[in-house]
């Protein structure tokens, strides 16, 4: 399979938050620790997949935080 050609160079998804969440994903990025210190190392197609792994880490993490502040408010409205 032949690597798309990028025009410009694929920047590091931090957000300079740099603290880890209980899964070890930066709380920020959403990188594993590998993935941080190995960045500047990988190729443009890892990048890229690394950036899509990024994404559905935070849309999993945004899908749960909405599920437990429902459970949350629900919970709230018994008291």
Do not use: H
Not at 6 to 14: G, K, T
Not at 60 to 68: G, K, L, N, Q
């Amino acid at each position: 399979m032949i690597e798309q050609l990028e025009f410009f160079e694929i920047q590091s998804p931090c957000r300079a938050i740099c603290q880890t969440n209980e899964q070890g994903y930066c709380r920020g990025c959403f990188r594993s620790r590998d993935e941080r210190f190995e960045w500047l190392k990988y190729t443009d197609a890892q990048k890229r997949n690394v950036l899509r792994l990024c994404r559905q880490r935070y849309i999993r993490a945004t899908i749960v935080r909405d599920v437990e502040d429902d459970i949350s408010s629900t919970q709230q409205e018994l008291f």
